[in-house]
């Protein structure tokens, strides 16, 4: 059974300083995703990653992949206070029918 | 504008009550999925399907049914509501053939069983 965790649960940081969120996964795979979710709203995806080595960048935030470790990681630089919101790490099951095993979450507040 | 739709997004009702929660993409994907995500457990996985009339249960199915009859829509039935099915329920899309494979969300339906 696919398990994935994510930590810290709880990220409280102030604006302007760096910060890494882990995603660690139980077996293996070869895709994940990072959403993020804003209170009240659905989940929108951030980053796709696909193969082991993968890094994605997209304004202050990059995801990259190492799948010997079963590990990702999503860095985030120099935060500002939109970036607070939930985020979610997905990894997607080796079996070809894209069902996604999600992570509980880590809920991040950008203090000003 | 490509988009997954959800209706109702709210709803209260009372055990023993069937009701059906509507899914649709507009975008022709082949993959929809039906999640229910509670605090501190993230979001988990009800049911599937990979194409029209082929569908399978995910982690969470009990007391859940699916059908797809058309590539379109999805609809989510609670025969008999329990009280801990209230949740928040999202409906996804991806098509393999898509390149990202990039799961879309819907807005959500936050369901409430008393």
């Known amino acids: 059974e696919l398990k994935v965790e994510q930590n810290p649960l709880f990220l409280s940081m102030q604006e302007g300083k760096n910060y890494t969120i882990y995603c660690n996964y139980s077996?293996?795979?070869?895709?994940l995703y990072w959403y993020r979710q804003d209170p009240g709203k659905s989940l929108e995806s951030l980053f796709v990653?696909?193969?082991?080595?993968a890094v994605k960048q997209e304004g202050r935030l990059m995801a990259s992949l190492d799948t010997k470790a079963r590990l990702s990681t999503l860095h985030i630089t120099a935060a500002v206070h939109d970036l607070s919101a939930t985020y979610f790490c997905?990894?997607?099951?080796?079996?070809?029918?894209?069902?996604?095993?999600f992570g509980t979450g880590t809920r991040l507040t950008i203090i000003p | 504008e490509a988009q997954v739709t959800q209706n109702p997004r709210y709803l209260i009702t009372v055990t023993g009550k069937k009701l059906t929660v509507t899914c649709s993409q507009n975008?022709?994907?082949?993959?929809m999925s039906w999640y229910r995500q509670d605090p501190g457990l993230g979001l988990r996985q009800i049911y599937y399907?990979?194409?029209?009339?082929?569908?399978d249960k995910g982690d969470v199915p009990e007391g859940y049914k699916v059908s797809r009859k058309e590539k379109r829509n999805f609809p989510l039935i609670l025969e008999s509501p329990s009280p801990n099915q209230t949740s928040l329920y999202f409906c996804?899309?991806?098509?393999?053939?898509?390149?990202?494979?990039?799961?879309?969300f819907g807005p959500g339906t936050r369901l409430t069983v008393l």
């Open positions: 996804a899309s991806s098509s393999p053939s898509g390149g990202t494979d990039t799961q879309y």
């Open positions: 077996t293996t795979s070869d895709r």
């Open positions: 990653l696909l193969s082991n080595g």
């Open positions: 997905a990894v997607e099951s080796n079996f070809g029918n894209e069902k996604l095993t």
């Open positions: 975008m022709n994907h082949e993959y």
């Open positions: 399907s990979m194409n029209v009339e082929v569908t």
